[in-house]
């Protein structure tokens, strides 16, 4: 009953994010036909930024009330006071950095984009702590009308600023305004009265500490490729490389993490029996991996139709960043997972070992590909990094929750087989479709279908089934 209860959070959580890629996807081909990759380029610089700060001073308060046994008045005002502390914090540091980042980028409309879009993580801040309710009962649907009401403001807000020739303006206004509307919107779904206290900060204390400390590493993680990017090369390869690795996300940001984030909950459910938390973490890891090997597959080898068709010809050299850089993110899912039992187990040092490992190979492999082959040898070197990364990942596991390095791989070798014979599938058919002329949308739609048909009958013959029913929603592998 927990599965399915957890199943049905998720599903909640992965239509969310669905709904939100598709409004996402609209502003961005509206955004994208009309702006510049220069544009994208400075909306990135400043995201940057304001992204690390936001990142580094995460306060994980949804997070740390999930995990107690139970939570009063007293810690939702303990979790709202820091929620605000945070955004003042937040606020003075984007603010005071905000000039001198501007003259080392040297782009002085660099200051005003960045304290406009500080609005973002600062009004975040100020959400209702009750909505942490919903994610203890496995409940999601809250979240998913809280998201698509951002989303879909911030969305046309964003619109009406590019039709009216705001520029690269439009791209600060739909990350504002989609923050701004949620927090309003929380009230209305999880009714709070706000309250300063810190009568409860020895709950969150313990956990806070490793896990900021693990934001910290985190934040320069996934922002080093872009500081090196933007102040190697041009404002315009900055854009075509950050519009490549956001198309690049999709899978992990819109289906797999949000269906992984009832996960935490339901593993803090059975830490006391950890042969429960091994099957649960084989199966989560193992659905997470069948959805995110075949998508990241499917972009890579699909990723000039869809640039084509997605942003336009002017998009045109970004196809062959985005190929590469949907490999890289293949293995992340299984981090997610991981992410989510440490924390459930309350082995938060796990995330910070693991963030620190990747900061350090990043710094190097990142580096050398920029010095080897610019843009296009940074996205090599992240395919590499992460191939990497998931050996740590796998001994981590190990040392975790004591399974082998064998009997995890063992665990995903027919979704990687099926992988397989799917990418053979699509290359094949795209071969063979390379002098027809065929309309891209018709082509895209073909080798969608055949890559979907070649991975589906191949789980099948390998006896993998999905069982659903009487409260019981399961992955099951019958071979």
């Given at each position: 009953?927990?599965?399915f209860?957890?199943?049905?959070?998720?599903?909640w959580?992965?239509?969310?994010?669905?709904?939100?890629?598709i409004?996402?996807?609209?502003?961005?081909?509206?955004?994208?036909?009309?702006?510049?990759?220069?544009?994208?380029?400075?909306?990135?610089?400043?995201t940057?930024?304001?992204?690390?700060?936001?990142?580094?001073?995460?306060?994980?308060v949804?997070?740390?009330?999930?995990?107690?046994?139970?939570?009063?008045?007293?810690?939702?005002?303990?979790?709202f006071t820091?929620?605000?502390?945070?955004?003042?914090?937040?606020?003075?540091?984007?603010?005071?950095?905000?000039?001198?980042f501007?003259?080392?980028?040297h782009?002085?409309?660099l200051l005003?984009?960045?304290?406009?879009?500080?609005?973002?993580?600062?009004?975040?801040?100020?959400?209702?702590?009750?909505?942490?309710?919903?994610?203890r009962?496995?409940?999601?649907?809250q979240?998913?009308?809280?998201?698509?009401?951002?989303k879909?403001?911030?969305?046309?807000?964003?619109?009406i600023v590019?039709?009216?020739?705001?520029?690269?303006?439009?791209i600060?206004?739909?990350s504002?305004?989609?923050?701004?509307?949620?927090?309003?919107?929380?009230?209305?779904?999880?009714?709070?009265?706000?309250?300063?206290?810190?009568?409860?900060l020895?709950?969150?204390?313990?956990?806070?500490g490793?896990?900021?400390?693990a934001?910290?590493?985190?934040?320069l993680?996934?922002?080093?490729?872009?500081?090196?990017v933007?102040?190697?090369?041009?404002?315009?390869?900055?854009?075509?490389?950050?519009?490549?690795?956001?198309?690049?996300?999709?899978?992990?940001?819109s289906?797999?993490?949000?269906?992984?984030?009832?996960?935490?909950?339901?593993?803090?459910?059975?830490?006391?029996?950890?042969?429960r938390?091994?099957?649960?973490?084989?199966?989560?890891?193992r659905?997470?991996?069948l959805?995110?090997?075949?998508?990241?597959?499917?972009?890579?080898l699909?990723?000039?139709?869809?640039t084509?068709?997605?942003?336009?010809?002017?998009?045109?050299?970004?196809?062959?960043?985005?190929?590469?850089?949907?490999?890289?993110?293949?293995?992340?899912?299984?981090?997610?997972?991981?992410?989510?039992?440490?924390?459930?187990?309350?082995r938060?040092?796990?995330?910070?070992?693991?963030?620190?490992?990747?900061l350090?190979?990043?710094?190097?492999l990142?580096?050398?590909?920029?010095y080897?082959?610019s843009?296009m040898g940074?996205?090599?070197?992240?395919?590499?990094?992460?191939?990497?990364?998931?050996?740590?990942?796998?001994?981590?596991?190990?040392?975790?929750?004591?399974?082998?390095i064998?009997?995890?791989?063992?665990?995903?070798?027919k979704?990687?087989?099926?992988?397989?014979?799917?990418?053979?599938?699509?290359?094949?058919?795209?071969?063979?479709?390379?002098?027809?002329?065929?309309?891209?949308?018709?082509?895209?739609?073909?080798?969608?279908?055949?890559?979907?048909?070649?991975?589906s009958v191949?789980?099948?013959?390998?006896?993998?089934?999905?069982?659903?029913?009487r409260?019981?929603?399961e992955?099951?592998?019958?071979?």
């Amino acid at each position: 009953m927990l599965a399915f209860k957890a199943v049905q959070g998720a599903s909640w959580l992965v239509f969310s994010r669905f709904v939100g890629r598709i409004i996402d996807f609209f502003t961005l081909l509206v955004l994208a036909r009309i702006l510049s990759p220069s544009d994208f380029g400075l909306a990135a610089l400043a995201t940057s930024l304001v992204m690390i700060v936001d990142t580094v001073l995460e306060v994980p308060v949804t997070q740390a009330l999930v995990r107690l046994p139970s939570i009063d008045k007293s810690h939702l005002d303990t979790g709202f006071t820091l929620g605000i502390i945070r955004s003042s914090v937040i606020a003075v540091i984007i603010l005071a950095a905000a000039y001198p980042f501007a003259l080392f980028n040297h782009e002085t409309q660099l200051l005003p984009v960045v304290a406009v879009m500080a609005l973002g993580p600062v009004a975040r801040g100020f959400a209702s702590p009750a909505m942490v309710k919903f994610a203890r009962q496995l409940g999601f649907r809250q979240t998913f009308i809280l998201e698509l009401s951002g989303k879909l403001t911030a969305s046309i807000a964003a619109t009406i600023v590019v039709i009216s020739g705001g520029g690269y303006w439009a791209i600060a206004v739909n990350s504002v305004i989609a923050s701004i509307v949620s927090s309003i919107a929380s009230y209305v779904l999880a009714p709070y009265r706000p309250a300063l206290a810190l009568s409860r900060l020895r709950d969150f204390a313990s956990f806070i500490g490793w896990f900021s400390s693990a934001q910290l590493v985190s934040a320069l993680n996934w922002q080093f490729d872009r500081f090196l990017v933007g102040g190697l090369a041009d404002r315009a390869t900055l854009g075509r490389y950050a519009v490549a690795n956001d198309v690049a996300v999709i899978p992990t940001q819109s289906i797999i993490g949000p269906a992984l984030q009832p996960v935490m909950a339901a593993f803090s459910q059975i830490r006391s029996d950890r042969n429960r938390v091994k099957i649960a973490f084989l199966k989560a890891a193992r659905f997470a991996m069948l959805i995110s090997i075949p998508a990241c597959i499917g972009i890579s080898l699909t990723s000039d139709l869809a640039t084509d068709l997605l942003l336009g010809q002017k998009w045109k050299e970004a196809a062959p960043l985005l190929s590469i850089l949907a490999l890289s993110v293949a293995p992340i899912p299984y981090f997610q997972t991981l992410y989510s039992v440490s924390l459930a187990l309350d082995r938060p040092n796990i995330i910070f070992r693991l963030n620190t490992t990747d900061l350090l190979l990043r710094l190097v492999l990142l580096s050398l590909g920029f010095y080897l082959g610019s843009v296009m040898g940074v996205s090599f070197a992240r395919v590499a990094l992460s191939f990497l990364m998931f050996g740590f990942y796998l001994n981590e596991v190990r040392k975790l929750l004591g399974l082998g390095i064998g009997e995890q791989l063992y665990n995903l070798w027919k979704v990687g087989f099926a992988a397989a014979v799917m990418a053979t599938a699509v290359w094949l058919l795209r071969d063979e479709l390379a002098g027809q002329q065929l309309n891209h949308v018709v082509e895209l739609a073909l080798v969608v279908a055949t890559g979907v048909a070649a991975y589906s009958v191949t789980l099948l013959l390998l006896g993998m089934r999905l069982i659903a029913g009487r409260g019981r929603l399961e992955l099951i592998d019958r071979a």
